[in-house]
């Protein structure tokens, strides 16, 4: 074979190749540009444009090279640069919608369960042997019907139930024999554990019925201002799961004068619980029992406000994401021993790892103003593991923490949304001031609980001053002032 045949053939090769690497450089353009205007992304300083016109132009380049059979080589050249390129932002920008979308995915619906116990060594083994159950029907009568109305449909059995004041009640019952079965909601059990922390072992759930609880869809933004609920749950199961609410923040947010206050409502706070609480006094971290929708109504309806969106922490797993950002750093106002892990936290300065961080979130009783000081330790400690997730270091665990924060987190703030706050920042540039307040009062015992009558609980009566002045503080921030 002659050299001249054999150069006229691997051009022909080459231009073959480059034909089918031109359709796939087009294959992954198309798909990454749907994305880029589908979602906004890039839409500040006309990035996207630009990004739209680069490619474009280098389609055309290429398909010019390739027809008039020019530069082969530079033409494979540009066009294995050109896939990896858009295949390296695809896969990119895959990874963000399908996280953001994974945090949205639970954000409209709670998970909890309702269920018929009896004591572990009972000879009772299914509903079918029970008669008659203990249940707190006056102030979870919705859900107690619906567990009965389940047990009739599948079991076709109709059950009596006696009233007892609470589920803690209904338990105690339970233990010294007045009742041979009760009704559990599985949101109250830490209620009932907080009492009797062996209580799981000395009972067997003989019927269970999983439920969902509808959450509100976000409310619209006016203007540059808007409020996000931040709840902290401390729980195990899925970040979906009913729960208390022990880390209550506000996060005001003036875009137009980058400003955020966060504000902290301690969970011992005595208000009137929304929605299921029947707006009756209670401790505000019950509101959380009644779904995330009764922790946000019982805080507007304290504020005056709108809380436009929602994100919820689970504590014990998103705390796990320290150790792979190296840790945080806090500046510590009071020396302490944390009684949950027996470590001491000096005033200063103070790096933290996971563990260190739990207990540093958790400690209230060492701490001069009790779980004010709390709340105060759990803003810093969010706000140090937000600057390091927005930092360059995070990007060496990036796929690990991506995997965390979708175990940990959950919003219902919309992709849509999120996408163009980014683009906000990213267009105006600078850095938010940041700052923090938290409502005071006094805390004393005695005061009545709605979803706990039984217990005699440490309750913060709310300070009228206080409770001015916060409001007055969100409504400055949202106007601007």
């Known amino acids: 074979m002659s050299k001249l045949s054999k150069r006229t053939r691997q051009g022909k090769t080459k231009t073959i190749i480059s034909w089918g690497l031109l359709l796939v450089y087009t ?6 540009l749907f994305l880029i205007f589908r979602y906004n992304l890039l839409a500040f300083r006309y990035l996207n444009i630009l990004a739209t016109v680069l490619i474009v132009v280098l389609a055309i380049v290429i398909f010019y090279l390739i027809k008039a059979k020019k530069a082969k080589n530079f033409t494979l050249f540009l066009l294995i640069c ?3 390129i858009n295949g390296t932002s695809l896969f990119a920008v895959g990874q963000f919608i399908g996280f953001t979308s994974h945090l949205n995915a639970t954000s409209n619906y709670s998970n909890y369960s309702m269920s018929v116990a009896v004591l572990a060594d009972s000879p009772i083994d299914n509903i079918g042997e029970v008669t008659s159950l203990t249940a707190p029907t006056a102030t979870d009568k919705a859900n107690i019907q619906q567990l009965l109305e389940d047990i009739k449909t599948t079991q076709n059995k109709e059950l009596t139930v006696e009233e007892s004041s609470s589920y803690l009640a209904a338990y105690k019952s339970l233990l010294s024999g007045e009742a ?21 072992s000395k009972i067997k759930k003989i019927y269970t019925k999983d439920l969902t609880k509808t959450v509100e869809t976000p409310k619209s933004v006016k203007g540059d201002s808007f409020n996000i609920y931040v709840s902290g749950i401390d729980t195990y199961g899925p970040i979906s799961s009913v729960s208390r609410s022990d880390v209550n923040i506000i996060m005001t947010v003036n875009r137009e004068t980058k400003k955020i206050l966060l504000t902290t409502t301690p969970r011992d706070s005595y208000v009137s619980i929304a929605d299921g609480g029947n707006n009756q006094k209670d401790k505000l971290t019950h509101a959380g029992i009644y779904g995330v929708d009764a922790s946000i109504h019982t805080l507007e309806n304290l504020y005056g406000i709108d809380l436009n969106y929602y994100a919820r922490l689970n504590f014990t797993s998103f705390l796990k994401l320290i150790d792979l950002i190296g840790g945080i750093d806090v500046y510590n106002d009071q020396e302490f021993r944390a009684h949950t892990n027996g470590k001491f936290y000096p005033v200063g300065n103070v790096h933290l790892d996971s563990e260190q961080a739990l207990g540093f979130v958790r400690e209230r009783y060492s701490l001069a ?4 000081d709390r709340g105060r330790n759990q803003q810093k400690v969010i706000v140090a593991i937000i600057q390091k997730l927005t930092s360059s270091e995070a990007l060496k665990n990036y796929d690990t923490i991506i995997q965390g924060l979708q175990d940990s987190l959950q919003t219902n703030m919309p992709i849509e949304t999120m996408i163009s706050l980014i683009n906000t920042q990213l267009e105006q540039g600078g850095s938010y001031q940041v700052t923090s307040q938290d409502l005071k009062g006094t805390g004393r015992m005695g005061l009545p609980s709605y979803a706990m009558p039984d217990s005699n609980l440490y309750m913060m009566e709310i300070s009228d001053s206080s409770l001015e002045s916060v409001k007055t503080a969100i409504k400055d921030v949202m106007e601007g002032r």
């Open 27 to 32: 294959i992954l353009a198309v798909f990454l």
């Open 369 to 372: 103003d009790g779980d004010r």
């Open 82 to 84: 050109g896939i990896l």
């Open 180 to 200: 041979k079965a009760i009704v559990l909601n599985s949101v109250f059990e830490n209620i009932i554990e907080a009492d009797y922390p062996d209580y799981a």
